[in-house]
């Protein structure tokens, strides 16, 4: 390719989406930047995705096609031509589409694709398609956000809460479980705008996070507890008179259910709930009742617990009694896809299975492959890296290095996964190929085009699967269709979020706004999205699905109060967060960001590591019935006595023992939604003698 400065996306699985300017010389991309026109861009990148030319040139890229020649879990690979691959593929999955036994037909074939790009074309479309047209079980995502979602929709009608680009118009932000220095970078700048504005800052985290010393006030609740904290402080704001009446008057629905309810969390109980003194729940109600211009940004980490829908149901109720909506860039916000309100199912050709249409969800992969249940015979895997973020990662490894299982995972690099396959076909990056991206963050459509030439044998997931389509005999004309082909049937979609949207606007710009309104926008429009077009304390709907009603608080599955034996053996809560340097499993084979966190960690309240006889930087193990991990300790207050965290999910080779924090969490869903629950984790701490 010509030199030039080409108009690409960051494909991660962050708020962000970066609109970014890649710099090509001699058909190499040499440099990428943040595009100063975008909006949340504004020309600047995380440091992950400012070296990313890095990986793609990296030593470790996976640049022709593998077939296992060693133990499953190992390195012993073989390079072998594209049509062997996929011929052996086509052979195998023909073989057991044949089979009319229990564990034949198309329903022994898993695909399993996890967020590795965020792009509409590459991500799920070709994907999708193509395991229609096969007939196997779909996967569900679920992993991320899931749970929370349900609990905010439930409450709001839709995804839609504050714009958190308006966030600098608020007098009082809440961040609630939300690192953004190392998840959110560009929301810094959002909040910038308020705290040179007179802003106060209030954070809400069991772990004490970077920029916590720059905060008013930290709060940290016992893990999963948010919910109790969050009726405590309504229980307050009604008791003391401190709501907007004329607010819930006109735009709630269910106050009074919801004055019943907060009666049963006085702030001596939610003491008792959350190791949150009583009369700091007062002071912290008292100050969010005082300025209703506040926004609140809650993270995804506290709705990954069991409860983890109700507590964000109750989290959302809060704007609602003081009025927040009333005021631009206020309210409360949460990440999740499904703000962005354009269906794109349509697209994934389900019209095309020969069969019903089946799903499972993603966090289930170790039970779908160890049974019991029909006989999972071949696992298809791309966009992923399901053996270092998955839970109950014991039993999940234990499937994958079933002899009988037949595995092929299309990766650019050698992950803990791709060790398992039995054949490796070697993928494209974001630059190799051109794709489509939404944000739901600044809600917009992005334009990601072709920088380079596919480096050695690489092919992009829309090529490999037009490769298994003519080798299984597939005809039909999607699996004919170019990326830009892809690309215009999205921008094709009939829906006034995007329907003044051009192909033309995106070339040049490399971006177009979304038309989506925010909660704000529905308070000017007089009414919600809910079926009582209002925000609902109570739910009728949430009823009629099994639920109560309104607001509550759900003791975790894995607790002191209802299992108390498990408790006593296992007495510390393990929650593992993101790392700054990492993104889930990604970079994860970065030295150079490897290097920059160090080493797998354990934080440790100085008190807990007292009593175990634990100094800091010694090796200790953490463990409990799913299995355990080696990490070394970091004796420091950042949490209190009771919580031990771990940040990022590293690869196998940067631990002791090979084994991650993953070995220890629980792969039982959260209460909605079928959302992961990995944070509800006890666990016991020992130190590891002689290490």
């Known amino acids: 390719m010509r030199d030039a400065i080409v108009h690409s996306v960051c494909p991660h699985d962050c708020a962000d989406t970066c609109s970014i300017l890649s710099h090509v010389e001699g058909g190499r991309l040499v440099k990428v930047e943040g595009n100063p026109s ?17 990986r793609v040139y990296g030593d470790d890229r996976l640049l022709y096609p593998m077939k296992r020649v060693g133990k499953k879990g190992g390195d012993d690979f073989q390079r072998i031509s594209w049509d062997e691959a996929v011929g052996t593929i086509a052979e195998r999955w023909k073989e057991i589409i044949a089979d009319q036994g229990t564990d034949g037909g198309p329903r022994a074939i898993l695909p399993f694709n996890g967020s590795g790009t965020e792009g509409l074309v590459h991500g799920d479309i070709v994907g999708k398609r193509f395991f229609n ?23 709001m009608g839709s995804s839609a809460g504050a714009d958190p680009t308006a966030a600098g118009n608020a007098k009082l932000v809440i961040s609630w479980g939300i690192n953004t220095a190392s998840t959110n970078i560009h929301q810094h700048s959002f909040f910038k705008d308020g705290r040179d504005g007179g802003a106060r800052h209030v954070i809400v985290n069991p772990l004490r996070i970077k920029g916590a010393d720059s905060a008013e006030r930290v709060i940290q609740p016992r893990p999963g507890s948010d919910a109790a904290l969050a009726l ?28 019943e309810r907060v009666l049963e969390f006085p702030p001596d109980r939610v003491e008792a ?40 149901r109750a989290i959302t109720c809060l704007p609602a009694l003081t009025g927040a909506w009333r005021h631009k860039g206020c309210g409360v916000y949460y990440p999740t896809s499904t703000v962005f309100p354009v269906d794109w199912h349509p697209l994934e050709g389900e019209e095309l299975r020969p069969n019903p249409p089946a799903g499972y969800n993603m966090i289930h992969l170790a039970r779908m492959l160890g049974g019991p249940g029909p006989r999972i015979r071949s696992l298809y895997v791309y966009n992923g890296n399901p053996a270092s973020v998955l839970y109950n990662r014991s039993r999940l490894l234990t499937g994958l290095a079933r002899d009988d299982l037949f595995t092929v995972v299309h990766e650019r690099n050698l992950t803990d996964t791709a060790r398992y396959a039995d054949i490796i076909l070697p993928a494209t990056s974001q630059f190799e190929q051109a794709d489509i991206l939404f944000s739901y963050y600044k809600p917009s459509l992005l334009l990601n085009n072709q920088a380079i030439e596919p480096l050695g044998k690489c092919r992009s997931n829309r090529e490999t699967f037009a490769l298994l389509a003519e080798a299984m005999g597939f005809k039909d004309t999607c699996f004919k269709m170019d990326d830009w082909d892809i690309i215009k049937e999205v921008l094709a979609i009939d829906h006034p979020a995007i329907n003044a949207i051009t192909l033309e606007t995106l070339l040049a710009d490399g971006w177009a706004p979304a038309e989506v309104k925010s909660g704000h926008d529905h308070y000017l429009d007089g009414s919600f999205p809910s079926p009582s077009g209002k925000i609902e304390f109570y739910s009728q709907k949430m009823a009629d699905d099994g639920y109560d009603p309104l607001p509550a608080y759900t003791l975790l599955k894995e607790c002191i109060e209802t299992t108390p034996e498990l408790a006593a053996k296992y007495p510390l809560f393990f929650i593992t967060p993101s790392a700054h340097s990492l993104l889930n499993a990604n970079y994860g ?19 807990d590591a007292a009593g175990r006889g634990i100094k800091d930087g010694e090796m200790v193990r953490v463990f409990n019935d799913r299995g355990a991990c080696l990490l070394w ?18 690869w196998d080779r940067h631990y002791p023992d090979g084994c991650n924090a993953n070995h220890t969490t629980p792969d039982f869903p959260a209460d909605m939604g079928g959302g992961s629950s990995f944070n509800t984790n006890l666990v016991q701490v020992e130190r590891v003698d002689g290490r």
């Open 133 to 155: 047209r096969l007939g196997t079980i779909q996967l569900v995502r679920t992993i991320c956000t899931r749970a929370g979602r349900t609990g905010f929709r439930y409450t």
């Open 633 to 650: 300790a970091h004796v420091e207050d950042l949490v209190k006595a009771g919580v031990v965290v771990s940040r990022g999910q590293w």
């Open 273 to 312: 709930l959350t190791d949150i003194p009583a009369a700091e729940v007062v002071e912290f109600a008292e100050l969010y009742a005082a300025e209703p211009a506040s926004f609140i940004y809650v993270g995804p980490g506290c709705q990954r617990h069991s409860n983890g829908g109700m507590t964000l």
């Open 232 to 259: 405590g402080m309504m229980n307050v704001i009604i008791g003391e008179g401190l709501y907007d009446r004329d607010f819930v008057d006109h735009f709630t629905h269910g106050f009074e259910a919801l004055r």
């Open 38 to 54: 975008h909006p949340v861009t504004q020309g600047y990148l995380c440091r992950k995705f400012s070296r990313i030319q890095e």
């Open 589 to 607: 084979q970065d030295a150079g960001f490897v290097a920059l966190e160090k080493r797998p960690t354990i934080i440790i309240n100085p008190q």
